[in-house]
Nanobody, 122 residues
Framework: QVQLVESGGGLVQTGGSLRLSCAAS????????MGWFRQAPGKEREFVAL????????TYADFVRGRFTISRSNSKNMLYLQMNSLLPEDTAVYFC???????????????WGQGTQVTVSS
């Protein structure tokens, strides 16, 4: 049974930082591209960042480039998202997800975590 479990969310002030983690089990982690997505109340789920199975390639949504960094540890089956310079508009539930292709398309992700809430106060 595949499980992706996010952690590290919370309440932070504008300009602050958080580090999200995603623990993966039940799959060969190193064979999957991994992504972070987010969903704010009343909005559709949107792509945030993606990392290839080896960690050698990454891509980011324009609105987080330069502020967020995605990384992974295949030896620990862990995915991370370092979020700096947080803004109120970053408030959302953040999800990690696994894909067999390198894509930003939500529909191409096979496995999803339950999400972790990030709230940025102004």
């Amino acid at each position: 049974q595949v499980q992706l479990v996010e952690s590290g969310g919370g309440l932070v002030q504008t300009g602050g930082s958080l580090r999200l983690s995603c623990a993966a089990s039940g799959l060969t982690f190193s064979r999957y591209g991994m992504g972070w997505f987010r969903q704010a109340p009343g909005k559709e789920r949107e792509f945030v960042a993606l990392i290839s199975f080896s960690g050698g390639s990454t891509t980011y949504a324009d609105f987080v480039r330069g502020r967020f960094t995605i990384s992974r540890s295949n030896s620990k089956n862990m995915l991370y998202l370092q979020m700096n310079s947080l803004l109120p508009e970053d408030t959302a539930v953040y999800f990690c997800a696994a894909t067999s292709v390198f894509t930003t398309s939500t529909t191409s992700y096979r496995y999803w975590g339950q999400g972790t809430q990030v709230t940025v106060s102004s």
